[in-house]
T-cell receptor, first 115, second 113 residues
């Protein structure tokens, strides 16, 4: 069984500050992990994904995430927040060899940026 | 290349009315999905399809029906709308290959009065 937990439904940071959005997963098989971003009134857009190559994954808009097997985590970071980063972020997990229906999404974290 | 499109973008229904949401993708993907998004609950899978002519139930299928008569289209139907079906509905498509991501449409905002 797979699951994903996003810690913090709402995170607020100042412009220029570090962004850290937390995601922990549970999977009985080696996972694939994804971060999606949803801007207001839009669909979900892929930020980055982990598919077992490098454990540090770089995505669009300066975001990156590190896969830590020992901590079952895949936290999303950005060194310096920009106002345009305000959005909702979803972590998702799927397992190797599992069907495409088994892509599980977290409940989302809303990121607000303070001027 | 439009990706995944959804029709309509917004709709208001009265309780008991019916409607169909259309999802279309031009990427020749085999898999298509319908999700609903509600505050604090993330995305919940309603139904999905693994190919033309096939459908399967997801996590929250009650009150919805789907059809996949053509590979590029996936229809979501509400036969008798209820206020609990007020939500934002997203369609997604996926090409089966390990590690691939889903591609999402822009969403349909449905309000049932």
């Amino acid at each position: 069984a797979q699951s994903v937990t996003q810690l913090g439904s709402h995170v607020s940071v100042s412009e220029g500050a570090l962004v850290l959005l937390r995601c922990n997963y549970s999977s009985s098989v080696p996972p694939y992990l994804f971060w999606y971003v949803q801007y207001p009134n839009q669909g979900l857009q892929l930020l980055l994904k982990y598919t077992s190559a490098a454990t540090l994954v770089k995505g669009i808009n300066g975001f990156e995430a590190e896969f830590k097997k020992s901590e079952t985590s895949f936290h999303l970071t950005k060194p310096s927040a920009h106002m345009s980063d305000a959005a909702e972020y979803f972590c998702a997990v799927s397992g190797r060899y599992s069907s495409a229906s088994k892509i599980i999404f977290g409940s989302g974290t809303r990121l607000s940026i303070r001027p | 290349n439009a990706g995944v499109t959804q029709t309509p973008k917004f709709r208001v229904l009265k309780t008991g009315q019916s409607m169909t949401l259309l999802c279309a993708q031009d990427m020749n993907h085999e898999y298509m999905y319908w999700y609903r998004q509600d505050p604090g609950m993330g995305l919940r899978l309603i139904h999905y399809s693994v190919g033309e002519g096939t459908t399967a139930k997801g996590e929250v299928p009650d009150g919805y029906n789907v059809s996949r008569l053509k590979k590029q289209n996936f229809l979501l139907g509400l036969e008798s709308a209820a206020p609990s079906q007020t939500s934002v509905y997203f369609c997604a498509s996926y090409e089966e290959n390990e590690g691939n991501e889903q591609f999402f449409g822009p969403g349909t905002r449905l309000t049932v009065l």
